[in-house]
């Protein structure tokens, strides 16, 4: 009659932190005996040599676990009230299956215009290094462990390093790192030097100059969003280019097809794979671009979780830093200093933000600290510690509210999304779970169904129009460049709201960022 149900959709919101594969729930709905394994050894299932009845058999079993899954499934929907998250679940997957299918073009050309950059700046970076390490003893120590290496093969690619550098060699590493004098107090639990980025930027300050060097040119990754390539280090360029940029999946059309799973967190949001594009940078998004005579438009809520948090907690000077038209950082670090917004330097603006950020998921000022002095050496801890103890006489509501949330978790041993009602069960009550939680899933609830209504609207009177993606607090659509403005006004009327939440006395409005550019970084 035209109704189709989901299992997997179904069982995430009865419990979101379990796997929701066919396999897992009927082991947990019924007492069939897990079944997958016996068609999935020895190749049962392999496309190239096909059993016709080992996957009748397989197909016969899936159809008969999800027909007695699914009264027990709809039976706990119904106990705990989640009938309002599956509906909206089943409605997203509808929009997924659009998304995946229409896909995001890829400049190709300019991919690998960007692989053959960074190439170019792993073997600047390594040419570098090795001239640091000629004024060091780092040849005559890698000769010393290759006599001592106790087969050949080793012996013979210690030496090798000797001569020729490699930053991707752990021995080499180590040895280049004694060699310039960096101190590391870590160790791996083999007890070797640990060589992570954390620890060799705690390091670096207390390193000679031409150790600090060797760090930056292995390990630094701009935070300036208008850096260039060049400003890259071996590691972080390395990554970028094999993680990413040499294994995009463009198909025969030219696009790729992201997975977007609507089970995939337990907050609500989407999970994206093959490939992950929740993990990319401006310069891989750069290459992804529309089709001709189209162009992209990207909606990004503003400090969306932040918001959230604001309005669950109802405290009126953290409320009030988002009414003045003004940038809501800066306005909050002056109620923190004590000073007008227009007095409030850079710096303090990035210390509140990060203290903030550290509190807002359950952190402590020391979590903060430890972020900052990578990009603040000379910062001390008693500052960081100060920011903490002013945050907490600044904003009291707020800071009770998060007190609020632990002991309700605690208590009940879940808590629930402010608009649907979402539950996520909580085995141990963790802080930093239980705040991350509300915040989170509120914004989950606030993009998905305002990305419903838009996308119902679409469908109706905007044929042409298409979500490529929703990525953290943001959408991105392709569409016909004619349509820019009609488009831009349709986002002004229905992200924004208002959004009725639980607790919260009036609806709220969030403001939504919409720019348009012709590619995924511009906007």
Excluded at 271 to 296: E, L, Y
Aim: one cysteine or more; a positive charge; hydrophobic letters at 40%.
């Amino acid at each position: 009659r035209g109704r189709w149900d989901d299992t997997m959709v179904a069982h995430h919101a009865v419990v979101s932190d379990h796997p929701h594969g066919l396999g897992f729930v009927a082991t947990m709905y019924t007492d069939a005996r897990f079944w997958k394994d016996d068609v999935r050894e020895k190749g049962k299932l392999d496309s190239r040599r096909v059993i016709p009845e080992v996957f009748y058999t397989y197909n016969q079993r899936d159809c008969l676990a999800t027909l007695r899954i699914w009264p027990n499934v709809l039976r706990d929907l119904q106990h705990d009230g989640q009938e309002q998250v599956y509906r909206q679940g089943l409605a997203l997957a509808g929009v997924v299956r659009q998304m995946q299918r229409w896909g995001m073009r890829v400049d190709v050309a300019a991919g690998a215009a960007i692989s053959l950059e960074l190439r170019a700046r792993e073997a600047e970076c390594k040419t570098l290094m090795e001239a640091l390490l000629a004024k060091t003893d780092y040849r005559d120590r890698m000769l010393a462990k290759a006599a001592g290496a106790l087969d050949k093969a080793r012996a013979k690619r210690l030496t090798a390093q000797a001569d020729v550098f490699n930053p991707g060699g752990q021995v080499a590493l180590r040895e280049a790192l004694h060699a310039l004098g960096v101190p590391i107090p870590e160790r791996t639990p083999t007890g070797l030097l640990a060589t992570g980025k954390q620890i060799l930027a705690d390091a670096a300050p207390h390193a000679t100059p031409d150790g600090r060097e060797f760090i930056r040119l292995l390990c630094n990754s701009p935070k300036d969003k208008a850096a260039g390539l060049h400003q890259f280090g071996w590691r972080p360029a390395l990554k970028l280019r094999t993680t990413y940029i040499d294994r995009l999946p463009v198909l025969a059309d030219g696009r790729i097809h992201p997975d977007f799973l609507v089970t995939g967190t337990v907050s609500g949001r989407f999970a994206h794979r093959n490939p992950n594009t929740a993990n990319w940078s401006k310069w891989i998004r750069r290459i992804v671009i529309p089709d001709d005579g189209h162009i992209f438009i990207g909606a990004d809520a503003k400090q969306l979780e932040w918001r959230c948090s604001a309005h669950l907690s109802g405290d009126p000077a953290l409320l009030s830093v988002f009414t003045s038209g003004r940038d809501p950082h800066r306005e909050a670090a002056a109620q923190v200093f004590r000073k007008p917004p227009e007095e409030v330097t850079s710096i303090e603006r990035d210390f509140w933000k990060r203290v903030l950020y550290a509190l807002s998921y359950g952190g402590s000022w020391e979590t903060a600290f430890n972020s900052l002095r990578t990009e603040f050496p000379e910062v001390r801890a008693s500052e960081i510690e100060e920011v903490f103890h002013r945050i907490q006489r600044s904003f009291p509501r707020w800071m009770a509210w998060r007190n609020e949330v632990a002991a309700e978790g605690r208590k009940r041993g879940y808590l629930r999304s402010p608009i649907l009602g979402r539950r996520r069960y909580f085995r141990g009550g963790k802080l930093t779970e239980m705040l991350n939680y509300l915040p989170q899933s509120l914004a989950s609830d606030v993009l998905h169904t305002g990305m419903l209504k838009l996308w119902e609207i679409i469908q109706r009177d905007w044929p042409a129009w298409h979500i490529l993606c929703e990525i953290h607090d943001a959408l991105l659509l392709e569409i016909p460049e004619a349509d820019t403005d009609a488009c831009r006004d349709l986002l002004g009327k229905v992200l924004p709201g208002p959004y009725a939440i639980r607790g919260v006395a009036e609806p709220v409005l969030f403001p939504f960022d919409v720019k348009v550019g012709r590619t995924w970084a511009d906007v």
